[in-house]
């Protein structure tokens, strides 16, 4: 059986390690000759919107998946006249707009923060004032680690926010205050199986995520019931086939759901090795229509991306616990490079095994206080 793939990098990798040990084999298709899924399996470079490319593409495969989320949804439309895509491009679309995916979030009474939707160019003065700063503002679309994203955290910036936000659809996000970030990946098969995994703690420095744990420290049932319920509740509402995560804000010990992402996700690494089936395995499972396999986790694990540039190799194996996955990329600030996951007993034990991970990197991974996400126009005071 072979499977293609949109997108070429390192979730796409990871899905095909996953995939073998199941008889599974790969067909990828990314616009980037230095994808690292040209290490370990055929891959064809050409733009997504080549229609000629991508019908030839399709040829013998049993179906389609895809890697991210900015796989033009027409790229998607169109392979679907010659193979099944999984998840479905009505997944793929609700995730490519903020506000698509925040009205689908309250039409299944999932919280969110409010919001508003100002028009292209419309002054955004009297929104800010409606919502309080600070603000969030974001693209509608296009954006992940940060990007399209700003942080307006008083009137003083309105000058440098006229300047310097694209003249795009905007959505006005009033800030939230929580306690942390904490997101959930969970997997529905084609016969309609759902598995979920346990909520994860993520930390991002600089709009990339540094360091995820799994599960969750000091989480309420309650919290991780009303995870459950939101996914349960998206994976019903869109016939979804696949794993999706839903990333949430914990505030006063209630969720408000962020945004989801119709795929694979990296606040998912750990469980190569920290639940009985990855998330990767559970993908592939969904998609072409076996049984999906337990999401238990195994004792405590957290994931750490490296991040711009690489630790020594020895380094890191020589803590008791860690496995390393390096993604084939070369090094360049900002870049996610690999992750290291550290596994232990219990969570005592993990605290000790992070605290040897070579302080080149652990460092900036390590600095917890910092959540914000996009670019502060108007620093505080």
Not at 52 to 73: D, H, I
Not at 122 to 142: H, S
Not at 231 to 252: C, N, P, Q, T, W
């Amino acid at each position: 059986m072979i499977i293609g793939i949109l997108g070429g990098g390192q979730l796409g990798y990871m899905l095909a390690l996953a995939g073998y040990p199941l008889g599974l084999h790969f067909r990828f298709l990314d616009p980037s000759p230095e994808a690292p899924v040209g290490r370990i399996a055929a891959r064809v470079t050409v733009p997504f919107d080549d229609r000629r490319a991508l019908e030839k593409f399709a040829g013998g495969l049993e179906l389609v998946t895809y890697e991210f989320e900015n796989v033009p949804v027409e790229s998607a439309r169109f392979l679907e006249k010659f193979v099944p895509v999984r998840p479905s491009t009505v997944a793929l679309e609700v995730a490519q707009d903020r506000l698509t995916e925040k009205q689908l979030f309250q039409k299944l009474g999932i919280p969110t923060t409010e919001y508003v939707t100002p028009k292209v160019g419309e002054e955004l003065e009297p929104l800010l004032k409606k919502l309080g700063y600070p603000v969030m503002i974001k693209t509608r679309r296009l954006g992940y680690d940060g990007k399209g994203q700003w942080i307006l955290r008083n009137a003083d910036g309105m000058a440098a926010a006229r300047e310097e936000l694209p003249k795009v659809p905007l959505i006005l996000e009033r800030f939230v205050p929580f306690t942390r970030e904490l997101s959930v990946l969970a997997a529905r098969s084609r016969s309609g199986e759902v598995a979920i995994y346990p909520l994860v703690e993520n930390h991002h420095r600089e709009g990339i995520l540094r360091l995820s744990l799994a599960p969750a420290p000091n989480l309420s049932p309650a919290v991780q019931k009303a995870a459950e319920e939101a996914a349960r509740s998206l994976l019903e509402e869109l016939k979804y086939v696949g794993v999706m995560a839903i990333e949430f804000f914990e505030h006063e010990g209630q969720l408000l759901a962020n945004e989801m992402a119709p795929r694979v996700h990296n606040s998912g690494h750990w469980t190569i090795e920290g639940a009985v089936t990855s998330q990767f395995e559970n993908h592939l499972r969904a998609v072409v229509g076996l049984p999906l396999g337990s999401t238990a986790p195994i004792g405590c694990s957290a994931m750490v991306n490296l991040i711009g540039e690489l630790p020594e190799t020895k380094d890191v194996l020589r803590v008791t616990g860690a496995h390393l996955h390096l993604y084939g990329k070369t090094e360049r600030p900002g870049r996610k490079l690999g992750h290291v996951t550290v596994h232990a007993a219990d969570a005592e034990n993990l605290s000790a095994r992070i605290a040897e991970l070579p302080a080149s990197f652990r460092r900036p991974e390590f600095c917890l206080g910092e959540q914000t996400r996009g670019r502060v126009i108007a620093p505080a005071g």
